[in-house]
């Protein structure tokens, strides 16, 4: 997938306090140069601590919770005083931050403004941040100061071990009790873009977290607002399954550091422009104020406006933005007609690819205004070098027209094969 809008994205985001990330065992694993456990790995270490058999892990029909719900009972039988919690605890403990490898994460972690919650026990994100930090977990006192940055671990955290989620029994209370944790869970992906890391996109309690969000999402006309960033490379039907099902856009063949050094280099892109307040918007919403030229020129300024309307919460059906978009790609059109306008026409391509990734069409106005476009756009596709294309339009058209929510694709496609005159974007993009 090309990235490059999405990092725009995750930028304005951090910028306007709407940036949360959600981190599994693989983060862990990647700021320990992959001396983090991964949840079988803890459970072997148990068995193998303890002198319990380790069969147990290689029943077939039980789920890792189950079988961590095996060895809890296991560990009672030898020692009373003995807990899986505990177990698990001494283990993870003695796990610190890479001596290398690492310096853009840590770049970033010491430095940003944004939330963390976690499903890992361990301490590391907050020895990522060293200070200015919130940490809450269950069993311990709820912060009451504000800080830089609030992490959640919302199964717990070797803070507390007896508090930790790990069997079976655990994670069915979590799911169906309502706590403190659960609630900040659901507020924190409701409010905020969330950007997923360290997780594998088959984690049966991931897919359960995250499909209590989708309902809200498709029933508000919000942009989606997951990203998942995977080190593997991802089959196109595994990313629409995803897209469709859970609303989560899927970015592979990204490792978390490459990840971060790019994000950072947006970061500062982004912050070297930015010089308008979030309440300004309103101006151009409501009192028929307009963007001058230069501003929308530039290639971060959608995402600069699509940032500051959902920092104030208003939909993107609202009548007022339907409006505001309209004027701001007509005009975004009008540029490509000057004299060596190849970067309009890129900075279009990728207005248009974030908009159909991230929106619904449904029955909104919106749908009219981008499909429009989107034609304008792809009626001018052509191969690399071709004389008089703007190709680098076409190859992220090309790139990342797969990320395209399927849903939108299939409008787009049914009203090309009606609008679209362009052969090469219909057969080498859309594929008609």
């Not at 309103?282 to 929308?296: A, G, I």
């Not at 409006?323 to 890129?346: C, G, P």
Request: charged residues 25%; glycine residues 4%; proline residues 2%.
């Amino acid at each position: 997938m090309a990235i490059s809008h999405v990092l725009l994205e995750i930028s304005y985001a951090l910028i306007h306090n709407r940036l949360c990330f959600f981190t599994g065992a693989g983060f862990s694993k990647a700021i320990t140069n992959g001396k983090a456990p991964s949840w079988k790995t803890l459970l072997e270490e148990v068995c193998k601590n303890n002198d319990i058999e380790r069969d147990i892990l290689e029943q077939d029909s039980l789920n890792l919770e189950e079988k961590a719900q095996l060895i809890s009972e296991k560990l009672k039988d030898k020692d009373r005083n003995k807990s899986i919690y505990n177990e698990m605890s001494s283990v993870i403990s003695s796990l610190h931050l890479s001596d290398s490898g690492i310096d853009n994460i840590k770049n970033f972690f010491s430095n940003q403004k944004f939330r963390i919650i976690t499903t890992n026990y361990d301490k590391l994100t907050e020895e990522l941040i060293k200070d200015d930090y919130n940490s809450f977990s269950p069993g311990k006192p709820i912060p009451k100061i504000e800080a830089k940055v609030d992490i959640y671990h919302i199964h717990g955290s070797i803070d507390s071990p007896n508090h930790m989620v790990v069997t079976a029994e655990d994670y069915f209370k979590f799911i169906n009790y309502e706590s403190y944790f659960s609630r900040k869970l659901s507020t924190s992906l409701h409010e905020n873009l969330v950007v997923i890391l360290g997780y594998s996109l088959s984690d049966i309690n991931l897919k359960a977290i995250i499909n209590e969000y989708k309902g809200f999402s498709s029933n508000q006309y919000v942009p989606i607002n997951i990203i998942f960033i995977s080190r593997e490379s991802v089959s196109q039907y595994t990313k629409d399954y995803y897209l469709s099902c859970f609303g989560i856009r899927v970015v592979d063949n990204l490792e978390i550091e490459y990840f971060f050094e790019k994000l950072n280099q947006k970061i500062n892109e982004v912050i070297s422009r930015e010089g308008r307040t979030v309440q300004n918007i309103r101006k151009f919403l409501y009192e028929e104020k307009t963007y001058t030229d230069e501003y929308l020129k530039q290639s971060t300024s959608l995402f600069e406006i699509v940032s500051y309307i959902q920092a104030l919460g208003i939909e993107l059906t609202d009548e007022s933005v339907t409006k505001l978009l309209t004027d701001i790609l007509e005009r975004k059109v009008k540029f490509t007609f000057e004299s060596h306008a190849w970067e309009q026409y890129y900075h279009l391509a990728l207005w248009l690819i974030y908009l159909n990734s991230t929106i619904y069409f449904k029955d909104s106005e919106v749908k009219d205004i981008i499909l429009k476009h989107t034609i304008y756009s792809l009626d001018t596709a052509g191969a690399k070098w071709k004389l008089g294309k703007p190709w680098l339009a076409s190859e992220e058209w090309t790139a990342s027209w797969s990320n395209i929510i399927p849903e939108n694709r299939l409008i787009i496609k049914e009203y090309a094969e009606k609008h679209l005159k362009n052969d090469f974007a219909k057969k080498n993009i859309l594929g008609i």
